[in-house]
Each structure stands twice: as structure tokens, then as C-alpha cells.
């Protein structure tokens, strides 16, 4: 992960690129955890290194998944509210059945999906926005595409400045720091081709 995302010429690399950017910094911030780090709660918030691993997966699987149904809505979720709720809240926790590597694992499956609609979907299609949920706006019947791949970004990027504070917290470890130990440890299939003409 560079420190800097790489230079656009155009509206979807731009796109593309600083979504891959962001998904590239919850592998830095996990870099080194063991399950019990990635699961601990060290702040006053009761967010977890893994738990906003496993959110950031989840944030973009429900966006994701409304642009790739676009223009239609996706296929509704037939299961009663508090199903759904109680999903939801569970999204943001690190179980003590699950491990670092396996959400981490999950997260990267979603990225390249993510990645994959970036750069295959219709940039201007409507986005229904749901009429049932509170949270969203009312009087408003659609979102593009281009927003929610937007909010997706922002999304990501507000979650890892979660992280980063949640992981000094841990072990004092800062993000170049760990930037630099994840690029030595493994190979960085998120990376972009015009990071790794750099380091060529």
C-alpha cells in the first residue's frame, strides 16, 4: 500500500483507484494482530480492529449489491426487522468464533467484487434509495451509481481512521510503519499496476 494513491486520468480510475486505496488500509492496520489484538477493544468506543474489518466487509457487500441491481432494487430481505438488526449489530463485533485471518479473507473476496463493479457498471444508472428505512432520505427516489460508489469510498476511509486510532491504542503502531511491514511481509494482490511498475 503506498502511502499516497496513484496519479487518475479519469473519472473511473479515479474511482477505482481510491477504492482500492482504502481497502488497501485495513490490511496495513491488521498487519501483525493476533486474534485476540484484532478482537480487543482498547478505547472507550467498543469497536475492534476485526469488527470494523468485518463492517467494511459488510458496507460494501449491501452498497455493492444496490448498484449491482441497478436501476431495479435488490432482491428484498424476507427475514422479520429484528433478524436483520440483530445481523447488523453483530456486523460491527469480532466473535470469539472468528479469526482475523478468515474476516480479513472475507473482506479481500468482497473488494475484488467491489473493484469489479467499478469498473464494469453504468456510472449514471439510478440507485433506488429504500422508502422503508429511516435513516435515508425522504422525497428522494434515487441515488446514481457514481454516489454510492462515493459514499462506499468515504465510508471505508472514515472506518480506518477508526482503526488507525484503535490499533496505536494496541501496540503504538502508526500506519507507515505499518504500511512498510505488510509491503515486506506478503505479496499485494490490491495494489495497482502503477505501484507495482514503482517497485519493478
Request: net charge negative; proline share 8%; aromatic share 8%.
Amino acid at each position: 500500500m503506498p502511502a499516497l494513491a496513484p496519479p487518475v486520468a479519469d473519472e473511473r480510475s479515479a474511482l477505482r483507484e481510491y477504492l482500492a486505496y482504502h481497502q488497501s488500509a485495513y490490511f496495513a492496520v491488521s498487519y501483525g494482530l493476533t486474534d485476540e489484538q484484532a478482537r480487543s477493544t482498547p478505547t472507550v468506543s467498543a469497536l475492534s480492529i476485526g469488527g470494523l474489518v468485518k463492517h467494511a466487509t459488510g458496507m460494501q457487500r449491501t452498497w455493492m449489491a444496490r448498484v449491482a441491481a441497478a436501476p431495479d432494487a435488490p432482491p428484498k430481505d424476507p427475514r422479520p426487522f429484528e433478524e436483520i438488526a440483530k445481523e447488523y449489530g453483530d456486523q460491527h463485533v469480532m466473535r470469539p468464533d472468528e479469526t482475523l485471518t478468515g474476516l480479513l479473507d472475507a473482506f479481500r473476496a468482497q473488494n475484488a467484487e467491489s473493484l469489479r463493479l467499478v469498473e464494469t457498471a453504468d456510472l449514471d444508472a439510478k440507485v433506488p434509495v429504500p422508502q422503508d428505512i429511516p435513516w435515508f432520505p425522504e422525497g428522494l427516489e434515487a441515488w446514481s451509481v457514481r454516489w454510492v460508489i462515493l459514499h462506499v469510498i468515504n465510508e471505508l476511509a472514515r472506518h480506518a481512521g477508526h482503526a488507525d486510532i484503535i490499533r496505536e491504542a494496541i501496540d503504538g503502531a502508526t500506519m507507515y510503519e505499518l504500511i512498510a511491514g505488510l509491503e515486506n511481509w506478503e505479496p499485494r494482490p490490491w495494489v495497482t499496476p502503477w505501484r507495482k511498475s514503482a517497485d519493478a
